[in-house]
């Protein structure tokens, strides 16, 4: 069974946290569930984000990367740049308008990935699209 829950739309998705991230799986688990809105990214390529300004869980860096495949799941901590979710449905290299990024890999899919393309055409052209991330 699945560690994650993940809504968007009527899209389902499951993910699991990454064992190589406990410090921002703590950390996140006390946010869950997050029910935000979907927004596609402006300088990551084919990505969606959940922004949440100046909230930000004191982590740090830790299993982070610039680079994620689809369906994985990063949250910035950072300073630089405001904290937020990233989800990726396709090629992506975490960016912002300050430069590139890198964000912690917490969680990955392991259902839902055929549904990764139509969530990232809706965000695209239909605009912002409610999520919901919970406990599975």
Not at 30 to 48: F, Y
Not at 73 to 100: K, N
Request: proline residues 4%; negative net charge.
């Amino acid at each position: 069974m699945a560690d994650l829950k993940i809504t968007v739309g009527e899209l389902e998705f499951t993910a699991d946290w990454e064992e190589a991230a406990p410090r921002t799986r703590e950390a996140l688990a006390a946010w869950l569930p997050i029910k935000s809105r979907l927004i596609h990214c402006k300088w990551s390529g084919e990505s969606t984000w959940i922004p949440f300004g100046e909230e930000r869980p004191d982590v740090g860096y830790e299993n982070h990367t610039s680079h994620p495949s689809r369906g994985d799941l990063l949250i910035f901590t950072g300073d630089i740049s405001e904290c937020e979710i990233l989800f990726p449905y396709g090629a992506c290299s975490f960016s912002s308008r300050v430069g590139q990024l890198a964000g912690n890999h917490f969680a990955t899919l392991v259902s839902g990935h055929e549904h990764l393309a139509e969530m990232g055409r809706r965000v695209l052209w239909e605009g912002a699209q409610e999520i919901e991330i919970r406990e599975a």
